[in-house]
């Protein structure tokens, strides 16, 4: 059984950065890729956009357009965890933050963190 566990958000002003980590139980974690997802409320579960994504290795992450230069995501195989690094915050970045892995045709989704970017 894989299961996710996003923390890491809160409450943060505009220009602040915050760190999401997403822990992973179960030994496929790093055999898999992994992607960090948000969801802006009101926005259904199906539109939910892919903000960053990293493979097995942690080479090669893809960004969406709208957060490079300012986010990084990475992980750490051997802690079973993955992170967004969030900088340069801005109110349009405010959602729930999803962990997944995708894994032999499933795909696993954590509860998710809120973020919120106001003054």
């Known amino acids: 059984q894989v299961r996710l566990v996003e923390s890491g958000g809160g409450l943060v002003q505009p220009g602040g950065s915050l760190r999401l980590s997403c822990a992973a139980s179960?030994?496929?974690?790093?055999?898999?890729?992994m992607a960090w997802y948000r969801q802006v409320l009101g926005k259904e579960r199906e539109e939910r956009e892919l903000?960053?994504?990293?493979?097995?290795?942690?080479?090669?992450?893809v960004y969406a357009d709208s957060v490079k230069g300012r986010f990084t995501i990475s992980r750490d195989n051997a802690k079973n965890t993955m992170y967004l690094q969030m900088n340069n915050l801005e109110p349009e970045d405010t959602a729930v933050y999803y962990c997944?892995?995708?894994?032999?045709?499933?795909?696993?989704w954590g509860k998710g963190t809120q973020v919120t970017v106001s003054s």
């Open positions: 903000v960053a994504r990293i493979s097995s290795g942690g080479l090669v992450p």
């Open positions: 179960g030994s496929i974690f790093s055999i898999n890729p």
């Open positions: 997944n892995m995708p894994n032999q045709g499933v795909n696993y």
